[in-house]
């Protein structure tokens, strides 16, 4: 059940003998012609570093066939905590895409950055070019404290400005104190390191999630992290935080100990204790994380199986005081952060869709121009889109010019289902993909649009997030559809969700092909705009009828077909 129960796992003595994340990287980096088969070893520890060795899967085949080595390459990944990021930040970003990675862009959604194609010989190029930004790729990936999200909106005033300022303070209070990373990829100079105090020689089990949100925000889907911090507000002013803990979304299917969770409510704290709060919840996982299985290493299931009281004690022994029961959680929204919006403060935001977050070719060429001539600070938001904060009145007509002449599809064009949809990467990048997502994305959406629009559906505000594999990476488990990579070519479909992130969903059919999707979908999409209550969203229709009863009209549409 904990720390203790088995052997501690390869990635343990990875970790314990790494001597501070260095390993055998810069070796293994500096032989710079050699192409993929680095060791276990350095595979692990470059995660902390915030990169992954990939391999193009689409020509893998064809290249074992002809003899040679598949075609190898990195992704990186840039943290930017709250998903905010300057003007002149993302210039540099897209200079080093066109420069170093595969040319495009790739919005998160952890309100991210990954680049796509990194060759070996560039990979510290990369990473000290983003460092040359006041960015950062460490800890971006690991078994750390990873981006800390919270609402994307830019509105000017003290609440706001609350989320953001926590999430950068938790981002780089939480940061590994190693400098390894810069050794390896800043040329810094090798110091005798003092222990990291939080972390310990072996970091944290599994990866660590935090997000903040506003209740009339769950944009970050806060109950999705392993920590997350819920603002109190009264007049205008943050007051105190629910604490909740014990989030995520990863399973395997046909391994009902594996298994999506929403985090709890567990503790309700003032409105200065966030880090001190966070630093408990750390050592937690870090003290109680199941250190012998990875898939069982989470903290969602120490919550699931010691409870949110035994949490909560935890908590307070470590703190020397007692904290607080939560009330219950109050009611969430999640607003429209697309199109125009005023910031209060004179300037506009831009809510910018961007399919599955994939910024390539003209696009990134017209997000450059338009950031260029408006001087925007973009922010990337929790569902793989870029809001362009900070821009005068005057610009507003310019800008919008300039990004539809670049291909851009402006919100006012997208349906509320193509604007709500998330695709996670999968192929041919992404090594646990059994489908595709990203690239499949614009048809199943418009497959579904077709089937809603049958119904009288299309304007109606419902949630679809496709993954190429169940580890969750577009949260599916929380929305309103969930599209789950099974095996090649077939998905499993999840309803029942809410569009608002707090109940998970429920699977409607396994297997699926990707064609039959909209089909699969369509007896629901009768039923509800026949029989929902009055504003009743999908979801929540969904899983008032039930599992069963939902799964009954598949059958019996199947059966009179
Ligand atoms: Fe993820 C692993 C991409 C958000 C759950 N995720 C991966 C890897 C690194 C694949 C791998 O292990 O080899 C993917 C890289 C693919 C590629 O080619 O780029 C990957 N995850 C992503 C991103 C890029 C998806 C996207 O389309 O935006 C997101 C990057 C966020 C960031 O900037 O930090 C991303 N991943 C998530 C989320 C959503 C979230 O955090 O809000 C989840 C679900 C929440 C959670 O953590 O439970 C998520 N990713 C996973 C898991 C399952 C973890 C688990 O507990 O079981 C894995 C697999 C693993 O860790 O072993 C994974
Ligand atoms: Fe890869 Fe699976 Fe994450 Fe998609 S959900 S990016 S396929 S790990």
Known sequence: MTASSGRPSAAEAIKQASHGLRGSIAEELAASEARGGL?????TLLKFHGTYEQHDRDTATARKQAGQDKDWSFMVRVRAPAGRLTAAQWLALDALAGSRADGTLRLTTRQGVQFHGVARRDLKGTIAGIH??????????????????????PRRDAIHARLEAEAFALSSALLPRTRAHHEIFLDGEPVVEEADALYGPTYLPRKFKIALAHPLDNAPDVLANDLGFVALTRRGKVTGWIVTVGGGM???????????????????????????????????????????????????????ERGVE?????????????????????RFAVPEHL???????????????????????????????????????????????????????????????????HGFVLPQALSPLARWTLACVALPTCGQALTEAERVRNEIVTDV?????????????????????????ARPYAGDIGVVGRAPGLYTIFVGGDFEGTRLSFPLADKVRQAAIGAMLAPLF???????ARGEGFGDFCTRIGPEAARELLVRAIAAE
């Not at 078994?143 to 994307?152: L, M």
């Not at 969770?261 to 503790?267: E, F, G, K, T, Y």
């Not at 870090?286 to 120490?302: C, E, F, I, N, P």
């Not at 362009?388 to 007509?397: G, M, T, V, W």
Request: glycine letters at 10%.
């Open 526 to 532: 009768a039923a509800f705009a026949a029989g929902r």
């Open 339 to 405: 199109g125009w919006h005023e910031q209060g403060d004179g300037r506009l935001w831009f809510g910018l869709p961007v399919a599955a977050g994939r910024i390539a070719g003209a696009t990134r060429t017209g997000l450059r121009e338009a950031i260029r001539r408006s001087g925007a600070n973009p922010i990337v938001t929790p569902q793989q889109d870029l809001l362009l904060s900070d821009i005068a009145p005057e610009r507003r007509a310019e800008v919008e010019a300039v990004l539809r002449d």
């Open 310 to 330: 035994w949490v909560r004690a935890a908590l307070s022994a470590d703190l020397g005081r007692d904290l607080t029961p939560a009330p219950a959680l109050p």
């Open 132 to 153: 040359g930004a006041l960015l950062t790729t460490l800890a971006a990936c690991g078994d750390v404290v990873r981006n800390v999200v919270t609402t994307p909106a």
């Open 250 to 304: 990863g399973m395997t299917h046909n391994k009902p100990a594996t298994y999506p969770r929403l985090a709890d409510a567990v503790a309700v704290i003032g409105p200065d204790e966030v880090l001190e709060v966070a630093r408990a919840v750390v050592r937690l996982s870090r003290d109680h994380g199941d250190r012998s299985d990875r898939k069982h290493a989470r903290l969602k299931y120490v919550v699931a």
């Open 449 to 473: 649009e077709a089937r809603l629009a049958a119904h009288g559906l299309l304007g109606e505000r419902i949630s679809l997030r496709i993954t190429g594999c169940p580890n969750g990476c």
């Open 39 to 43: 060791s276990e070893g350095a595979y």
